[in-house]
């Protein structure tokens, strides 16, 4: 089936800082997606891509849709301490509806 | 309610015994999934709802877990014979109408927490 294999699975840093995570696929996706999960509750869409080569911005955030296809990042300027949480990039499964979801990057600011 | 809801939010459970997770999705929203998160781990997909459409079961993990969704709205996930492993947290999600294209938004419960001791 397809994987999304995510990176890096954890991060510590330093409010302030910016932060860069990325996701691969092991096939070609027509649509990127990063969802947040903060503690005890479920995940939120933050940004969706739908072009390969497409660059989205979302306050703090930006997010791109690499040109394989097969990859996409996500980076978080001047992090502040409410960004902590589990950060996921997904695509679309097997089905029509369906999505994959990576394994996660867990994101600890320290104040 | 505005949101997805799920019940119970939390369910200690002894190992060989049956759990059932409930699911009330957004009203409105005719695509409703259900996906496992372990510790530490991804989200696993176990199961999806689209209309009136057959269930897309591929993700369950062994013929224990089985999933219904009554008229088309309230989901319930069971689990027959509960072993150790199946400890995690069950989400579930929904998602509007596909038929005008899939845009990847799903809206996510806040998790039922099983734990089988």
């Given amino acids: ?111 | 309610g505005a949101g997805v809801s799920q019940s119970p939010s939390n369910k200690v459970t002894e190992k060989g015994k049956d759990v059932e997770l409930r699911c009330d999705p957004i009203s409105g929203h005719t695509a409703l999934y259900w996906y496992r998160q372990s510790l530490g781990q991804g989200l696993e997909f176990l199961i999806y709802f689209q209309g009136n459409s057959a269930p897309d079961k591929s993700g369950l993990p062994s013929d224990r877990f089985s999933a219904e969704r009554t008229g088309g709205s309230v989901s319930t996930l069971t689990i027959q014979r509960t072993q150790q492993e199946d400890s995690a947290v069950y989400l579930c999600a929904s998602s509007l109408d596909l038929a005008g294209g899939f845009t990847g938004e799903l809206f996510f419960g806040e998790g039922s927490r099983l734990t089988v001791l």
């Fill in chain 1, 1 to 111: 089936g397809q994987q999304l294999n995510q990176s890096p699975q954890s991060m510590f840093i330093q409010e302030g800082e910016d932060v860069s995570m990325n996701c691969t696929s092991s096939s070609i996706f027509n649509t990127w997606l990063w969802y947040k999960q903060d503690p005890g509750e479920g995940p939120v869409l933050l940004i969706a891509l739908y072009k390969a080569g497409e660059l989205t911005s979302n306050g703090r955030l930006t997010a791109q849709f690499g040109i394989t296809r097969k990859d996409s990042f996500l980076n978080i300027s001047a992090s502040i301490p409410s960004d902590v949480g589990i950060y996921f990039c997904a695509g679309p499964g097997t089905s029509y509806g369906k999505l994959t979801f990576g394994q996660g990057t867990i994101l600890t600011v320290h104040p």
